[in-house]
């Protein structure tokens, strides 16, 4: 399986990184098993592309403090849940979120419109 497509232009990536880009929907997965947390996340975006949601924003939060690793559990299984999603091909990109949307415990899922009518 290949990870989400990466098709932003420029200037979404600079609107994102200025923190101007406002989430149209966000899921917060603090306090999931790994399990719990992979079922919620699929729920998510299943009903954010039914919706025609442009930018999920997924919490995944951060390690616990004194933590010797760098990223959660929740964080480090993210990128390989949407890899194999099924709702992948509409995802057009993944990024970090901005430090007012949850920074590095946060991510932007970029959806694709749907073309046609």
């Known amino acids: 399986m290949t990870a989400p497509a990466n098709t932003l232009d420029g200037g979404w990536d600079r609107r994102l990184q200025r923190g101007a880009v406002l989430p149209d929907r966000s899921i917060d997965l603090h ?5 719990g947390a992979h079922a919620a996340l699929e729920a998510a975006l299943a009903d954010a592309i039914a919706d025609e949601v442009r930018v999920l924003l997924v919490v995944t939060g951060k390690p616990p403090r004194g933590s010797e690793t760098r990223r959660g559990l929740i964080r480090a299984n993210i990128d390989n ?3 194999h999603s099924r709702h992948r ?3 057009a990109a993944i990024r970090n979120a901005h430090p007012r ?3 590095t415990g946060a991510l932007y899922l970029i ?7």
Do not use: K, N, P
Not at 31 to 35: F, I, N
Not at 111 to 117: A, D, K, P, Y
């Open 31 to 35: 306090g999931h098993t790994l399990d």
């Open 81 to 83: 849940w949407l890899a």
């Open 89 to 91: 091909s509409l995802i």
């Open 101 to 103: 949307h949850g920074g």
């Open 111 to 117: 959806l694709r419109r749907r073309r046609g009518g």
